[in-house]
């Protein structure tokens, strides 16, 4: 029922944060977790929460993961979930804000799991979409800040689990150099 009312309603402009994402981090997030040897018990909590993680999208972006808890609150009790499940799902979600700030292993997988695109080979389309999405909420100008932004975002970014980090690492700190090298020497020197 979340996933199509994802589908429908999330603004058209939202070429990232979008279905796609969702079903994204539930994947990776299920592939890590499995890799991590979680428990059957836990990953349901986990992948529910990644199905909800970006729901609040549906209303807003900037505190978009305390409506995304409203929403499983909403939602959850109908599907069986108790008081202390949807809290518990709702503790990962909120670990998925930036800076990311994991306090438990179920919260890091979630963290990795979101961001675990940083070092895939599909990183530049998957960037690609969210510059065109910031782009058009007027929360980047143009490529060169993007550049920028994504420079020290991923430069600063680090995964949590030991799935990601043998996986993604490497290619995710060629990605940052490649990034770095479309910035003008110029402005890259002035920000120093």
Known sequence: ML?????SELPAHLTYHNIDHTQDVMQAAEFIANSEHVSDTDKELLLT????????FLKLRDGHEMESCNIARNYLPLYGYDFGEIEAICQLIMATRLPQSPQ???EEILCDADLDYLGRDDFFMLSDRLFVELKAEGLVKDETEWNMQQADFIGNHRYFTETPLKLLQAKKEKYVELIKSKIPTRIFDENQ
């Not at 996933?3 to 589908?7: A, E, P, R, T, V």
């Open 49 to 56: 929460a990644a199905l909800f993680h970006d729901s609040g």
């Open 3 to 7: 996933l199509g009312k994802l589908k």
């Open 104 to 106: 438990n292993r179920l």
